[in-house]
């Protein structure tokens, strides 16, 4: 492993343009788990059961007590980790532009990040599906489920769920940063998730390369990863900035 990173920190010093896509991997050092994986949630859950609009909007309270309500006590807890942080100090140095976060857990902001993109939006705050009030999910209580809207509106999180569309301007954005890098770092996803998956391949077919941080190889890794660093998210950045430090 030690010569993948010797290449990263020797891709990423010598990039003009550096753009992340990150999945839930990254956040499995804080604590969140991931859906897909080793002790993933969908070990417990069906995805289409619980994080489908349709279910949602079916039966809402049945969903806010299997899924949102876990999410918000793990997600009330959780900081940033070492992925986080030296995501936030790549930007900081001018290296990496912007982040591409599948993440709904605002932790990349947390960490000091500036450019972040949400592509599946943040559990960070609810919305009153009747008048679009929106509310910090750490300020909602939850005597009552599903949590109601002072307009008395079933409160859901400002994510996008399964069957919803993708909000245009961080589909937009991210296309954009995906053709213009020169250097994508491809994060703790599985790339199974749509259209996310894509962002990697748009960046690969405008000539960037993709570097992939990940314990294990995804559908990207043969045919549009450069290369994969076998790895935990935050240890793997944390050698590839310290390589970078030795090399400046
Ligand atoms: P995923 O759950 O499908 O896949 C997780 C990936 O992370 C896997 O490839 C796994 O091998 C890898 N991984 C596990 N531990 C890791 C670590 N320590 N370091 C690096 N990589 C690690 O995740 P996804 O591709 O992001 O897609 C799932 C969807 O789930 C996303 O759209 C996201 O919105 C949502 N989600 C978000 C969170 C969060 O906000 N933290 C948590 C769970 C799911």
Same mark, same amino acid.
């Given at each position: 492993?030690?010569?993948?990173?010797?290449? *990263?920190?020797?891709?990423?010093?010598?990039?003009?343009?550096?753009?992340? #896509? =990150?999945?839930?991997?990254?956040?499995?050092?804080?604590?969140?788990?991931?859906?897909?994986?080793?002790?993933? #949630?969908?070990?417990?859950?069906?995805?289409?059961?619980?994080?489908?609009?349709?279910?949602?909007?079916?039966?809402?309270?049945?969903?806010?007590?299997?899924?949102?309500?876990?999410?918000?006590?793990? #997600?009330?807890?959780? *900081?940033?980790?070492?992925?986080?942080?030296?995501?936030?100090?790549?930007?900081?140095?001018?290296?990496?532009? =912007?982040?591409? =976060?599948?993440?709904?857990?605002?932790?990349?902001?947390?960490?000091?990040?500036?450019?972040?993109?949400?592509?599946?939006?943040?559990?960070?705050?609810?919305?009153?599906?009747?008048?679009?009030?929106?509310?910090?999910?750490?300020?909602?209580?939850?005597?009552?489920?599903?949590?109601?809207?002072?307009?008395?509106?079933?409160?859901?999180?400002?994510?996008?769920?399964?069957?919803?569309?993708?909000?245009?301007?961080?589909?937009?954005?991210?296309?954009?940063?995906?053709?213009?890098?020169?250097?994508?770092?491809?994060?703790?996803?599985?790339?199974?998730?749509?259209? *996310?998956?894509?962002?990697?391949?748009?960046?690969?077919?405008?000539?960037?390369?993709?570097?992939?941080?990940?314990?294990?190889?995804?559908?990207?890794?043969?045919?549009?990863?450069?290369?994969?660093?076998?790895?935990?998210?935050?240890?793997?950045?944390?050698?590839?900035?310290?390589?970078?430090?030795?090399?400046?």
């Amino acid at each position: 492993m030690a010569d993948l990173i010797k290449r *990263a920190a020797e891709d990423l010093s010598a990039a003009k343009m550096v753009t992340a #896509l =990150t999945g839930a991997g990254v956040s499995v050092e804080s604590g969140i788990p991931p859906f897909r994986g080793k002790g993933g #949630l969908w070990e417990k859950y069906d995805p289409m059961e619980v994080a489908h609009i349709d279910s949602f909007m079916q039966n809402p309270e049945k969903v806010w007590n299997l899924l949102f309500k876990d999410m918000k006590a793990v #997600l009330d807890k959780a *900081a940033p980790n070492d992925c986080h942080k030296g995501l936030a100090k790549l930007e900081k140095l001018g290296i990496l532009k =912007t982040i591409i =976060t599948q993440n709904v857990d605002g932790l990349h902001q947390k960490a000091g990040s500036g450019d972040v993109i949400e592509f599946h939006g943040n559990m960070a705050w609810q919305r009153c599906m009747d008048c679009n009030k929106r509310y910090a999910t750490s300020s909602i209580n939850l005597n009552q489920i599903p949590p109601r809207c002072s307009c008395d509106g079933i409160l859901r999180p400002d994510a996008v769920l399964f069957g919803e569309m993708i909000p245009p301007d961080a589909l937009w954005r991210s296309r954009k940063v995906a053709t213009d890098c020169d250097v994508m770092l491809v994060i703790g996803t599985s790339a199974i998730v749509q259209p *996310a998956a894509l962002i990697p391949i748009i960046a690969k077919e405008s000539g960037a390369k993709v570097i992939e941080i990940n314990p294990e190889p995804t559908p990207l890794t043969d045919d549009i990863s450069d290369y994969l660093i076998r790895g935990i998210a935050g240890d793997v950045m944390r050698r590839i900035l310290s390589q970078m430090e030795k090399m400046l």
